[in-house]
């Protein structure tokens, strides 16, 4: 599967941007899907993630209760809401999919990334 992520942009802090992460290829609802991101320097980290059937959704504490994960199987796609941004979320942000349970892996399928900067 390939996964391209858009959406990302420049905002003021407190302001909302939603990231989109499209899937080529068939049998998307048999990937669990995932955000992370990574700020210049540090190592990437995990953001959320949705379950196959899009019923079960995680989170990192640093966006739960901002951002929101959710999917549409139907049209290959996975979204993330960001409501309330802060100058600490500015990151590259990507889009991840494994078939298997746990965290993806280098050995999964990645997007290219998609550039979120909020400024103070």
């Known amino acids: 599967v390939q996964l391209q992520a858009s959406g990302g942009g420049l905002v003021q802090a407190g302001g909302s941007l939603r990231l989109s992460c499209t899937a080529s290829g068939r049998a998307f609802s048999t990937y669990r899907m995932h955000w992370f991101r990574q700020a210049p320097g540090k190592e990437r980290e995990f953001v959320a993630s949705v379950s196959w059937t899009g019923g079960n959704t995680y989170y990192a504490d640093s966006v739960r209760g901002r951002f929101t994960i959710s999917r549409e199987n139907a049209k290959n796609t996975m979204n993330l809401q960001m409501n309330s941004l802060k100058p600490e979320d500015t990151a590259k942000y990507y889009c991840?999919?494994?078939?298997?349970?746990?965290?993806?892996?280098?050995?999964?399928?990645w997007g290219q990334g998609t550039q979120v900067t909020v400024s103070s």
């Open positions: 991840a999919a494994r078939q298997g349970g746990g965290l993806p892996t280098s050995s999964d399928y």
